[in-house]
């Protein structure tokens, strides 16, 4: 099966979730090369990265969502709302400090009004018109239609109209739909997370795409999850980048026993770029995988590291080693001492410095 994936790749034709699923059984250090490979073809040994803020305006939420733990209706508890002063205070501040991207992801508070949302990034933009916003999962794009009977076309035009310019990959979770029931029941489900990318996309924009791994996930599930990535991607050409995050343990209700080891996760991360060959990038979320194995992940398919951040709440409050985010200065360094190439980016990749 090695032979046939390696033959497929050399000449650039697709393999099929079967194989993909069969690469798992291979030692690490017989598929990375081919992955690794493929990184080399698209990016040589250039490694994006952007300045950017999170802000978490609320953590205040009607889902209940068993792997979370940013959540004040969960095991967090401190709710709180920022206020739309508060919100822009925050992105006036993080512009100051070089951000260019504000990553805008709140929890599904029904004690807000719609309009608070979009009023923030009216806010926002009437401050720092050039600032880019990446905001609402489609998550929220769903719980927003459902709470104000609103069709998902509505809301993604107020998207548009009050100054989102992409859209996170979050709340994609895994698609299969029994092991999505065990996880996170209630919450968009597959089919609607896609068809909102899908209508984001026909609107000229882009977007990312995640998926949640490492909980009670089988191979498998990964393996579907990524097909229904790429499937739609053959429709839209929308998604920028794919974005496989590794589950935290901490303070949650997903009573998870063996985690990942770091071999299955490189696995995971060479496959994800074998098997999505209309994604151009793929990326080690450093505050998932930690800063050290996002750096050796640029050797097993993945070619962007995320961001600076500055904050983050949803995975540190699930353990991960991220509340602080990262310095631009530090980011640099570690991506060239590790033999790669920083390259600063926007959202949409656009390279803006390489070092
Ligand atoms: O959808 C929640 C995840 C996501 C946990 O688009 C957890 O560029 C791990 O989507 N362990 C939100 N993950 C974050 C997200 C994201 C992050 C960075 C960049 C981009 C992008 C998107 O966080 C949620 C959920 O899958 N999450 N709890 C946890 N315990």
Redesign the pocket.
């Known amino acids: 099966m090695l032979d046939i994936v390696k033959e497929k790749v050399k000449n650039n034709q697709r393999i099929t979730p079967k194989e993909a699923l069969a690469l798992y059984d291979y030692n690490l250090l017989d598929i990375a090369p081919i992955a690794n490979e493929i990184r080399l073809k698209k990016h040589g040994k250039k490694s994006f990265f952007n300045v950017n803020r ?1 802000i978490n305006p609320t953590n205040i939420c009607k889902d209940t ?1 068993k ?4 959540s004040a209706t969960r095991k967090n508890p401190n709710p709180y709302t920022l206020t739309i002063d508060e919100i822009v205070a925050i992105a006036k501040d993080a512009a100051n400090k070089g951000a260019k991207e504000l ?1 805008i ?1 709140s929890a599904h508070n029904p004690n807000v009004g719609l309009n608070w949302y979009f009023d923030a990034f009216r806010a926002i933009k009437k401050e720092l018109p050039n600032i880019h916003i ?1 905001a609402l ?1 489609a ?1 929220e794009v769903h719980f927003l239609s459902t709470e104000y009977n609103l069709s998902y076309d509505e809301v993604l035009d107020m998207m548009i109209e009050s100054g989102v310019d992409s ?7 895994i698609f299969d739909e029994t092991i999505r029931d065990k996880i996170c029941k209630g919450k968009v489900d597959s089919k609607n997370w896609l068809l909102i990318h899908q209508k984001w996309h026909e609107r000229g924009r882009q ?2 795409a ?1 998926m ?1 791994f490492g909980h009670i996930e089988k191979r498998e599930h990964r393996i579907d999850h990524m097909n229904r990535l790429r499937e739609l991607q053959d429709k839209t050409k929308g998604f920028n ?1 794919f ?1 496989p ?6 303070n ?1 209700y ?1 009573k998870v026993e063996k985690f990942l080891t770091a071999n299955e996760i490189l696995k995971t991360f060479a496959i994800a770029r074998i098997f999505l060959d209309n994604f151009e990038h793929i ?1 080690a ?1 450093w ?2 995988t930690t800063i050290n194995l996002a750096l050796v992940a640029q050797e097993f398919g993945c070619d962007d590291l ?1 961001g600076t951040i500055q904050k983050e709440s ?2 540190s ?4 080693k991220s509340a602080n985010g990262i310095s631009q200065d530090e980011l640099v360094g570690l991506i060239k001492n590790s033999g790669f190439i920083p390259v600063e980016r926007d959202s949409l990749y656009n390279e803006l410095k390489v070092w």
Request: hydrophobic share 35%.
């Open positions: 999170h969502c792997f979370c733990a940013y990553h992801v990446k999962t998550a859209m996170p990959g979050g709340g994609a979770e977007s990312n995640t949640l980048t974005i995050l590794v589950y935290q343990r901490e949650n997903l990326k979320y505050a998932t995320d949803i995975q409050a699930a353990g991960a």
